[in-house]
């Protein structure tokens, strides 16, 4: 009796031990992956990837050039569709269309501002935003694939390839439970991508062209006032996913400006004297986003909970980082949520139904 129970705890012990192994060894994504390491400078790189994204099956919807104090170091951000990966898509929740959203960045890095290409990583955004689907495989493989088409038109840029995942790096199980991370989850709450859509405005589904009308007006009409306001914003691209979604992505100068400085402030990997911010590689966490939304109950226009999102995409600046700076995320909520706010205000577009 005493062997057998011996030989039972062994077999649990052996269990667990390689159940940890297991864990430790599974595999990670970040929620950017370097892709390119550029062998001419910003404008040539960035001309070059342009050319390449005309000649893609890839849409090209907006660029922006990140605004920040002390701008040293040059970074843009390129937001893109794949109407393959959209495809694959269609007949999921219209709240999931962030993942359908992709982004690419060009930025100057290191010693030498040596000029990088990264995405935001595809695959770990399908593991966020589709978690739970019923076809959440497929979704994964179209979300590598469209990783792979991005990868491909990089490589059309002179410069050498690789495949290098950037922090915040998780694995497949924490990116689809992501509520937060480490004692930080208590600042987003607690609450998933889809608790953290906060809404802003709800109406009928009849609605729905009418207050993506009212959305799009009031964003245009609202002006970036520079890196020292958070209150104005710019509208820099507005994208329908399916027919029952748009995507508004917006950004100013203060969140930009932020966002990278605070960002580079703990970190020491890539910081130099002529390239102080590599803070720079986060761009494709820029633009944030506005969601109208129509399920068929009704429509709805939410933003995220800026902790939530904060956190997904900078959360190697550190938690001291978060604790310095914890009332940023809450000020530009409040920032959108007003801008948002206004719609109500602003006047539908004549033949629209009230």
Same mark, same amino acid.
């Given at each position: 009796?005493?062997?057998?129970?011996?030989?039972?705890?062994?077999?649990?012990?052996?269990?667990?031990?390689?159940? /940890? !192994?297991?864990?430790?060894?599974?595999?990670?994504?970040?929620?950017?992956?370097?892709?390119?390491?550029? !062998?001419? #400078?910003?404008?040539?790189?960035?001309?070059a /990837?342009?050319k390449?994204l005309?000649e #893609?099956?890839l849409t090209?919807?907006?660029?922006r050039?990140?605004?920040?104090?002390?701008?040293?170091q040059?970074?843009?951000? =390129?937001?893109?569709? #794949?109407?393959a990966?959209?495809? @694959?898509?269609?007949?999921e929740?219209?709240?999931?269309?962030?993942?359908?959203?992709?982004r690419?960045?060009?930025?100057?890095?290191?010693?030498?501002?040596?000029v990088?290409?990264?995405?935001?990583?595809?695959?770990?955004?399908?593991?966020v935003? =589709?978690?739970?689907s019923?076809?959440? @495989?497929?979704?994964?493989?179209?979300?590598?694939?469209?990783?792979?088409?991005?990868?491909?038109i990089?490589?059309?840029?002179?410069?050498?390839?690789?495949?290098?995942?950037?922090?915040?790096? &998780?694995?497949?199980?924490?990116?689809?439970?992501?509520?937060?991370?480490?004692?930080?989850?208590?600042?987003a709450?607690?609450?998933?991508?889809?608790?953290?859509?906060?809404?802003?405005?709800?109406?009928?589904?009849?609605?729905?062209?009418?207050?993506?009308? &009212?959305?799009?007006?009031?964003?245009?009409?609202?002006?970036?006032?520079?890196?020292?306001?958070?209150?104005?914003?710019?509208?820099?691209?507005?994208?329908?996913?399916?027919?029952?979604?748009?995507?508004?992505?917006?950004?100013?100068?203060?969140?930009?400006?932020?966002?990278?400085?605070?960002? !580079?402030?703990?970190r020491?990997?890539?910081?130099?004297k002529?390239a102080?911010?590599?803070?720079?590689d986060?761009?494709?966490?820029?633009?944030l986003?506005? /969601?109208?939304?129509?399920?068929?109950? $009704?429509?709805?226009v939410?933003?995220?909970?800026?902790?939530?999102?904060m $956190?997904?995409?900078?959360?190697?600046?550190?938690?001291?980082?978060? @604790?310095?700076?914890t009332?940023i995320?809450?000020?530009?909520?409040?920032?959108?949520? $007003?801008?948002?706010?206004?719609?109500?205000?602003?006047?539908?577009?004549?033949?629209?139904? $009230?």
């Amino acid at each position: 009796m005493k062997l057998k129970m011996h030989r039972a705890l062994i077999s649990l012990a052996l269990t667990f031990v390689l159940g /940890l !192994s297991n864990a430790m060894a599974a595999e990670k994504y970040g929620i950017f992956e370097r892709i390119l390491e550029a !062998s001419g #400078s910003f404008e040539e790189t960035t001309a070059a /990837l342009e050319k390449a994204l005309a000649e #893609s099956k890839l849409t090209l919807h907006a660029k922006r050039d990140l605004t920040y104090t002390d701008k040293v170091q040059q970074a843009r951000v =390129y937001v893109v569709t #794949s109407p393959a990966y959209m495809e @694959a898509a269609q007949g999921e929740s219209p709240d999931t269309i962030s993942a359908q959203i992709l982004r690419i960045g060009v930025y100057e890095y290191g010693e030498g501002k040596k000029v990088h290409i990264n995405m935001g990583n595809p695959t770990a955004h399908a593991m966020v935003f =589709y978690t739970g689907s019923k076809n959440y @495989a497929k979704l994964l493989a179209a979300a590598k694939t469209a990783g792979q088409e991005i990868r491909d038109i990089a490589a059309k840029v002179p410069g050498n390839q690789v495949a290098v995942q950037l922090e915040p790096v &998780r694995t497949e199980m924490s990116l689809n439970k992501f509520n937060g991370d480490g004692l930080a989850k208590l600042m987003a709450k607690f609450r998933n991508w889809k608790e953290s859509q906060n809404m802003v405005l709800q109406g009928k589904p009849k609605n729905f062209a009418d207050t993506v009308a &009212r959305v799009e007006n009031a964003l245009r009409a609202s002006q970036d006032k520079g890196v020292e306001d958070s209150s104005g914003w710019r509208l820099i691209s507005k994208i329908p996913v399916g027919t029952n979604a748009v995507y508004f992505g917006i950004t100013n100068d203060y969140t930009e400006n932020k966002c990278i400085r605070i960002n !580079s402030e703990f970190r020491s990997e890539g910081k130099t004297k002529d390239a102080p911010y590599p803070g720079v590689d986060h761009s494709p966490a820029i633009p944030l986003e506005v /969601l109208v939304i129509n399920d068929g109950k $009704q429509t709805r226009v939410v933003q995220y909970g800026e902790m939530w999102r904060m $956190q997904l995409y900078f959360w190697d600046s550190g938690y001291r980082a978060f @604790a310095k700076n914890t009332l940023i995320p809450g000020i530009i909520f409040s920032s959108i949520d $007003q801008t948002l706010s206004a719609t109500a205000s602003v006047a539908p577009p004549p033949g629209a139904t $009230q």
